[in-house]
């Protein structure tokens, strides 16, 4: 069982360069998130989504985008690469919105932006 | 304020030490509570959930105050393989239909022999 998936797990970029990181999971689950998480922070929401076609803002949206076309799969684009967005990129998802169910995390996307 | 206030460590202590956590909400309307564990460059991991009447597991025991909007988490007999980050995690609604994890910035843990 492949739980969520994160492809790549790092990349370097240019600035101004765009690129998707993709998460993709196979529980069936209908919440996913994006997180980013900077050196001894914690981790910060970017966007979510409640099911396939449905997505919105978390705390910091500036600078991505996202799209839910299946239960399966959500991406995270970034058109404009800048410095600040260097972070590590956390995937998640949870079956239903509310409980005790603990979110299933991705291994991460290291991101550098130069 | 933060959403979710933590110590701010690092916290540097011998094995067989009892280390404590302490974590403030803000928002009354949270719904539930964790305690996750972040290993250096690692995608973070569920320790334990909390609950109001406190819960414990192994060398771990957590405590919820709702009253006053606090969590704890207690490590006793604390072992070389604890140390990581430890992060208060809140279950809060967001937006119009969500709700998302909300974390604290993390608390470092350090255990030497």
């Known amino acids: 069982n492949a739980g969520v998936t994160q492809t790549p ?3 370097i970029l240019k600035i101004g360069q765009s690129m998707t ?9 209908n919440y996913m998130y994006w997180y980013r998480q900077d050196p001894g922070m914690g981790l910060k929401l970017i966007y979510y989504s409640v099911g396939a076609g449905i997505t919105d803002k ?8 996202v799209s839910r ?8 684009r970034l058109e404009l690469a800048a410095p600040s967005q260097t972070s590590v990129y956390f995937c998640a998802s949870i079956s239903a919105g509310g409980g005790n169910q603990p979110q299933h995390f991705g291994d991460g996307t290291r991101l550098s932006i130069l | 304020r933060k959403e979710v206030e933590q110590d701010p460590g690092p916290f540097n202590v011998p094995e067989g030490a009892t280390v404590a ?3 403030t909400y803000s928002n009354s309307a949270s719904q539930s509570f964790f305690w996750y564990r972040q290993d250096c460059r690692k995608e973070p991991k569920l320790l334990m959930s909390v609950y109001s009447s406190g819960n414990e597991d192994g060398r771990f025991t ?21 140390s990581a980050t430890y992060l208060c995690v809140v279950r809060s609604s967001i937006h119009q239909a969500g709700t998302a994890l909300i974390f604290g910035k993390g608390t470092t843990l350090s255990v030497s022999s």
């Open chain 1, 69 to 76: 076309s299946t239960t399966e799969d959500f991406p995270l």
């Open chain 1, 21 to 29: 990181l993709q998460c993709t999971q196979d529980m069936n689950h």
């Open chain 2, 62 to 82: 957590a405590q919820l105050n709702r009253a006053s909007q606090y969590i704890s988490l207690l490590i006793r007999d604390s072992k070389l393989s604890d």
């Open chain 1, 9 to 11: 797990k790092f990349r």
């Open chain 2, 21 to 23: 956590f302490n974590c």
């Open chain 1, 58 to 65: 978390g705390e910091v949206p500036n600078g991505y985008n």
